[in-house]
């Protein structure tokens, strides 16, 4: 069984068009995350969310709006796509602990790739 | 900025080699974890080393951590082609909830 899904694997769009990609977890952890890697493999955080909740959002445009039903799905919704929304979309999820030094694997889904024209 | 900061940026070695990758990183961290990612495809963890560690072993990984330094360094021993790949460090904050990588290090290992 897969751990993190992400649907779809593929997504090729037109500027302007709202689209969204979905993210599930099996593996019970309260912690999901959102990245985007770059063209040049560079990736950086986007949100983080525990039990449900936003816990980190870096920044990013308000266009990108994540939702989660639920601890085990997390999903990316982007408006108005524009060109510079092109990359590949990772979800990740681990569990999260008390201890400030104590955190665990953080595992990652196969990525959407989302080509805007 | 970005933490964390990877060299070398690529590196080519032959089989049976060993490669050492090193990450830097400029604030305090929680732990620091390595990511193996194959081209075209999804990140998988190699292991982590927590911020009261020194040194962990993963069958031919050796990761080292010296926190006053503030780095890493990934070393596979006994390359093999199928370790082709680009090797990310990561580190987290915010007792986990903010995971930032490093730009990577492609290795190629020659048959």
């Known amino acids: 069984d897969t751990a993190v899904s992400q649907t779809p694997k593929y997504l090729v769009t037109q500027m302007g068009n709202d689209k969204s990609i979905k993210c599930e977890q099996n593996l019970g952890h309260d912690t999901m995350y959102w990245y985007k890697q770059d063209s040049k493999k560079f990736l950086k955080i986007m949100f983080s969310?525990?039990?449900?909740?936003?816990?980190i959002n870096e920044t990013v445009p308000n266009r990108f709006s994540p939702k989660s039903p639920d601890k085990a799905h997390l999903n990316l919704h982007i408006n108005s796509l524009e060109l510079g929304d092109s990359a590949v979309y990772f979800c990740?999820?681990?569990?999260?602990?008390?201890?400030?030094?104590?955190?665990?694997?953080?595992?990652f889904g196969p990525g959407t790739r989302l080509t805007v024209l | 900025s970005q933490q964390g900061e990877e060299d070398p940026q690529a590196l080519s070695i032959q089989e049976g080699e060993n490669a050492t990758m090193n990450c830097s990183y400029k604030?305090?961290?929680?732990?620091l974890q390595w990511y193996r990612q194959n081209s075209g495809r999804g990140l998988v963890h190699l292991i982590l080393i927590r911020s009261n560690e020194r040194e962990k072993h993963s069958g031919r990984l050796r990761v080292t951590l010296d926190t006053s330094k503030k780095s890493s360094s990934l070393l596979i021993t006994a390359s093999r082609a199928a370790d082709t790949a680009s090797y990310f460090c990561a580190t987290d904050h915010e007792r986990g909830f903010k995971t930032i990588f490093g730009a990577g290090t492609r290795l190629f290992v020659k048959a």
């Open positions: 969310y525990n039990n449900k909740e936003l816990i």
């Open positions: 990740a999820s681990r569990q999260s602990r008390a201890g400030w030094e104590s955190t665990d694997t953080q595992y």
């Open positions: 604030t305090s961290i929680n732990n």
